[in-house]
T-cell receptor
Framework: GAVVSQHPSWVICKSGTSVKIECRSL??????MFWYRQFPKQSLMLMAT?????????EQGVEKDKFLINHASLTLSTLTVTSAHPEDSSFYIC????????????FGEGSWLTVV | LAKTTQPISMDSYEGQEVNITCSHN???????ITWYQQFPSQGPRFIIQ???TKVTNEVASLFIPADRKSSTLSLPRVSLSDTAVYYC?????????FGQGTELSVKP
């Protein structure tokens, strides 16, 4: 099946710094990529939807200046958490859509962010 | 996007069949029903998808009644490795909104 890879799998950063998480579709071109965050024992919360070459669409309550999303190519989207704080510590998951057909949304392995 | 309601948790024993029902009363005509499985610290994994009636693959079956206001994921003969959270999603696959999911615990 299609593979979506995230990097890094886990990262620890100091409060106030920025950290970037990459999401790559390894064997298909992703027209749309999605970013989620998940706190322990909770469901996935959609943060934003990004289409290649255009600005991301953020869900209500998600600060676009804090969570910068770039979808520069059909195989790569990045999430940058700017000026990270301990409350940003979470599991971040990306997914990629091959198109409008069903069965075409694939998820990455997730990235753990810990802000100390 | 249709809202879904699932049981928060379920317990089962190895070898049993497990049925998880999801309610989605305001499902739209173009919406598909998709189930994902998630293990701790991993991304969700696709299990099965359907539009109406019954769909079966190598790991599960999905039963959808005629009114499509609910669906049932059936896992035959579960094993300990099936312990996970199962999510029912309803939509046209352009955007996936996750509900609370069902935490399935399989005991020996």
């Amino acid at each position: 099946g299609a593979v979506v890879s995230q990097h890094p799998s886990w990262v620890i950063c100091k409060s106030g710094t920025s950290v970037k998480i990459e999401c790559r579709s390894l064997d298909f071109q992703a027209t749309t990529m999605f970013w989620y965050r998940q706190f322990p024992k909770q469901s996935l919360m959609l943060m934003a939807t990004s289409n290649e070459g255009s600005k991301a669409t953020y869900e209500q309550g998600v600060e676009k200046d804090k969570f910068l999303i770039n979808h520069a190519s059909l195989t790569l989207s990045t999430l940058t958490v700017t000026s990270a704080h301990p409350e940003d510590s979470s599991f971040y998951i990306c997914s990629a859509s091959r198109g409008r057909d069903r069965n075409t949304i694939y998820f990455g392995e997730g990235s753990w962010l810990t802000v100390v | 996007l249709a809202k879904t309601t699932q049981p928060i948790s379920m317990d089962s024993y190895e070898g049993q069949e497990v049925n998880i029902t999801c309610s989605h009363n305001n499902i739209a005509t173009n919406d598909y029903i998709t189930w994902y499985q998630q293990f701790p610290s991993q991304g969700p994994r696709f299990i099965i998808q359907g539009y109406k009636t019954k769909v079966t693959n190598e790991v599960a079956s999905l039963f959808i009644p005629a009114d499509r206001k609910s669906s049932t994921l059936s896992l035959p003969r579960v094993s300990l490795s099936d312990t996970a959270v199962y999510y029912c999603l309803v939509g046209d696959m352009r955007k996936l909104i996750f509900g609370q999911g069902t935490e399935l615990s399989v005991k020996p």
